[in-house]
């Protein structure tokens, strides 16, 4: 039995943080909050008639999520293992309730938003949190069912089938795609037999290659990607201004608010093409330092996972891991839409890009992977 009278930490023990983690973090989110302002400055200005309109929302989101990951820091892992089912079945009913008319709200075609009071939420970043925490106790918990047993990986897959069947009749296919890649690579981490992912990619490849088959809109994506330039004044519009974005950063950028291409060129400037900006201002070399700094972010993140399950903290561990490879594959996704490496798919950068879903869900990610890193220096169990 689970015991829930675990020591919370005080000012002392939270001096055993992970530091270069913590420094990495805090970086990230300044970064952030620099680039929404940046980006956001003009636009807001004529639309809002307040230039620091986004920026300031943005700050407000950040002191939000800083307060409630403080309160979720304080809740012990085993706590969040013990109630997994819970968060699966709260996963399901969102992205259930998200679709039904009058409780979901409708922008730009997509039935997405929850709103919450005054706060509108997509259920999918809610849904990730949930998920995330739900397999990584699967995981702990049915590993040898799943490594030895196609009952276990066929549970997995059934429950995936369901979010995503969910998600794309939102649609929203950017957070399928990375919840997908999220839990195969949690699957891999877990020791499921490689004949099995195999079988599984080749099965996802031919439903994602339907979907966006029988998809006009996907499928003009998909050519305006291969050739945005034949596209320029159509589907292809933003690929070719964000890919000027770049081209005019050359090496060191234009400076920080000079971007000529956020003075209303690019849509969504301070959203999913935010790293177009940041290419434009600050040059490659801005682009790469932030790209590396991604990379040390991600690299501490499958260090302490490593971590945590060479210390037999095997739901911590598979968490941690989960927690890395979402981040990873959603800035990914981002940075290769915004250079042309992808087609538009509609995926926010974390930490960086305008979005109070995405800044709020991300901070109480960074909350749970603080505790685990707080549990393991601390050898609490």
Same mark, same amino acid.
């Given at each position: ?237 933003? %690929?070719? +201004?964000?890919?000027?974005? #770049?081209?005019?950063?050359?090496? =060191? !950028?234009? @400076?920080?608010?000079? *971007?000529? $291409? ?45 971590? %945590?399950? +060479?210390?037999?903290?095997? #739901?911590?561990?598979?968490?941690? =891991? !989960?927690? @890395?490879?979402?981040? *990873?594959? $959603? ?51």
């Amino acid at each position: 039995m689970i015991s829930l009278q675990l020591p919370l930490p005080d000012f002392r023990s939270v001096q055993s943080l992970d530091t270069a983690l913590v420094v990495s973090i805090v970086a990230l989110l300044s970064v952030g909050i620099i680039f929404v302002a940046s980006s956001s400055i003009d636009f807001a200005a004529a639309v809002h008639h307040d230039p620091w309109y986004f920026a300031r929302k943005q700050l407000v989101f950040l002191v939000m999520g800083l307060c409630g990951g403080l309160i979720l820091f304080a809740v012990p892992m085993a706590i969040w293992e013990k109630y997994a089912v819970v968060f699966l079945l709260l996963a399901l009913l969102l992205l259930a309730a998200v679709l039904v008319p009058g409780i979901g709200k409708m922008v730009n075609g997509s039935r997405r938003w929850l709103m919450l009071g005054p706060i509108g939420m997509q259920a999918s970043e809610i849904a990730k949190f949930c998920l995330i925490i739900y397999f990584a106790s699967y995981l702990a918990r049915k590993n040898h069912e799943l490594r030895y047993a196609w009952s276990g990986f066929f549970k997995i897959i059934v429950i995936m089938m369901m979010v995503a069947l969910l998600l794309l009749l939102e649609p929203d296919f950017g957070s399928c795609v990375v919840l997908g890649a999220t839990v195969g690579a949690m699957m891999f981490l877990a020791g499921v037999p490689l004949i099995r992912f195999i079988l599984l990619a080749v099965a996802a490849a031919s439903v994602f290659w339907l979907f966006v088959k029988l998809d006009p809109v996907r499928s003009d994506r998909l050519l305006a990607f291969m050739d945005p330039w034949a596209r320029q004044y159509d589907s292809g519009y933003q %690929l070719v +201004q964000s890919l000027i974005a #770049f081209g005019r950063g050359e090496w =060191f !950028g234009l @400076g920080l608010g000079n *971007s000529i $291409q956020k003075l209303f060129f690019l849509p969504e400037a301070h959203t999913d093409f935010v790293f177009a900006i940041v290419a434009e201002e600050t040059g490659l070399i801005g682009a790469l330092s932030l790209v590396a700094l991604y990379l040390f972010f991600i690299s501490k993140l499958l260090r302490l996972s490593k971590a %945590l399950g +060479q210390n037999s903290q095997f #739901f911590a561990s598979y968490l941690v =891991f !989960g927690i @890395g490879i979402l981040f *990873s594959v $959603q800035a990914f996704i981002n940075m290769a839409v915004a250079g042309g490496l992808l087609p538009t798919k509609g995926l926010t950068l974390p930490f960086i890009s305008y979005g109070g879903s995405s800044l709020l869900i991300s901070c109480a990610l960074l909350a749970l992977v603080l505790r685990a890193n707080w549990e393991l220096q601390n050898n609490v169990r």
